[in-house]
């Protein structure tokens, strides 16, 4: 199988919103008149963002949702995307999993594989995504203010005890708990629907990858602002419930791959904003507030200060 019979056989398919999918030298692509295109590109490589003996299927699932996630925290709707791919080998039974993971995630949130590229080499993912937002309407990070409060979807920490688990660490985990948590981690949701309801609701947002203390401090930092976290109202999964309380904070407040989103709103939208999880059939937890002042502090129930030993991943640190 060379490389053009690889493309036509797992990722091609007829263009639909594209005016020119695959095949060409580019892809011609046009927004709908008064949209602007919120562009993401990520890339995984094995050994740093998955394990080597993954399942393809749900590795191109977690692929593609993680792109999706970045379009969810701008309040953008998924429209195309490209597909990198480096390969130590063209396997067949690898390359229709994970192509049938990303279509099944493509099709079902409406984003149209529209170009790409495959080379030989150590596994790597890249994809790119565009999705359309209304001008001026889009989710920044920029726009908390103190008095805001904080909002989490979804339940925080589960997918960070997998990775712990799975790097060798003894958690005191049940199979169904660790079934959970190897499911968050390997299929996460990117909160699509949320992200587009939240315009004009929510005064910023982003997408939790590396952890909420961590990425709440981004928020933060492009508001020119601070944050307080209340650690008795933190959706902490109940699969964690057995483990000790700070390893529970660890994972829920600085454990990465959760994929839920974090946003700030006005307390007068609360009410709002409690009919729309009502309406998605998705919990979300009002979790602390802005406040005026820089970084991220987190609390328990009782106003005292809760370390933690770690506040987000970094792939730079030393
Ligand atoms: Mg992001």
Same mark, same amino acid.
């Given at each position: 199988m060379?490389e053009? $019979?690889?493309i036509?056989? #797992? ?26 295109? =919120? ?63 990303? #279509? =099944? ?35 920044? *990070? ?17 997918a ?8 060798? &660490? ?9 079934? +959970? ?7 996460? @949701? ?5 992200? &587009? ?5 929510? @005064? ?19 508001s020119?602002?601070?944050a307080?976290?209340?650690?008795? *109202? ?9 483990l000790?309380?700070?390893?529970? &904070? ?9 994929y839920?989103?974090?946003? @700030? ?25 802005? $406040? ?9 129930? *009782?106003? &005292? ?5 770690? +506040?987000? #991943?970094? +792939?730079?640190?030393?």
């Amino acid at each position: 199988m060379n490389e053009f $019979e690889l493309i036509a056989r #797992y990722f091609q398919r007829p263009a639909k919103r594209a005016l020119l999918g695959v095949g060409d030298d580019c892809a011609l692509l046009a927004p709908r008149p008064g949209m602007a295109l =919120a562009v993401s590109v990520d890339m995984l490589v094995e050994g740093r963002h998955f394990f080597a003996d993954v399942d393809p299927e749900a590795l191109g699932h977690k692929a593609l949702a993680v792109n999706l996630s970045d379009l969810a925290a701008m309040g953008a709707q998924p429209a195309w995307c490209t597909l990198a791919l480096a390969l130590p080998r063209a396997d067949a039974d690898w390359l229709a999993a994970f192509a049938r993971g990303f #279509y =099944a995630l493509a099709e079902a949130s409406g984003i149209e594989l529209v170009g790409g590229d495959t080379t030989r080499g150590p596994l790597t993912i890249s994809i790119q995504v565009a999705g359309e937002v209304p001008l001026g309407q889009p989710l920044l *990070r920029s726009g908390a203010q103190p008095g805001d409060e904080v909002w989490v979807s979804g339940e925080l920490g589960a997918a960070a005890a997998a990775v712990m688990v799975r790097q060798g &660490q003894q958690l005191v985990l049940d199979a169904s708990a660790m079934a +959970h948590c190897a499911e968050r981690l390997d299929r996460p @949701t990117p909160r699509l629907e949320l992200g &587009q309801r939240l315009r004009g609701l929510a @005064t910023a947002a982003l997408d939790l990858s590396d952890g909420l203390v961590g990425d709440l401090a981004h928020i933060c930092e492009r508001s020119s602002c601070g944050a307080v976290l209340d650690w008795s *109202r933190i959706p902490r999964s109940p699969m964690l419930a057995g483990l000790p309380e700070p390893l529970q &904070q660890q994972l829920a407040l600085a454990g990465g791959d959760d994929y839920e989103l974090c946003f @700030t709103a006005p307390a007068a939208r609360s009410a709002r904003i409690r009919e729309l999880a009502q309406a998605l059939g998705l919990p979300l937890s009002c979790v602390g507030r802005i $406040e005026v002042g820089s970084g991220v502090r987190v609390e328990d129930g *009782r106003a &005292q200060a809760v370390t933690l030993a770690q +506040h987000g #991943y970094d +792939h730079f640190a030393a």
